[in-house]
């Protein structure tokens, strides 16, 4: 049997985020995470608050050097902030890449 022609276009699934901690310090000794990533977002969700958060970052980047250029003091909440920020970006990112299909089938998961 021959397949079908069909004008109608196909539909995929959209990717998914899956499960991702940060912060590197788990809460307890079972590898709990305060902050993390919940699987089963939509991709593009996760994406767009990546992409504001890193916008936000440049900012706050930009301010701080500016504060530097003028010789006003930069505290180290500023720094921790940072990498707040950054590390939030990155564990969006991850996520999403985590639950690409082709990622899925290459660590053995899509069984």
Sequence with gaps: MHPKNSTAQQTAQEP??????????????????????????CSRDAIQQARTLASGLGQICQHMHESLNYGEMVYCD????????????????????????????SSGGGQ
């Design 78 to 105: 500023g720094m921790a902030t940072l990498k707040f920020v950054a590390d939030s970006v990155s564990a969006l990112l991850w996520s999403v890449q985590r639950g690409l299909p082709s990622e899925i089938e």
């Design 16 to 41: 998914l985020t899956t499960e991702v901690g940060f912060c590197e310090t788990p809460i307890d000794n079972k590898g709990e995470y305060m902050l993390q990533v919940v699987p089963g977002i």
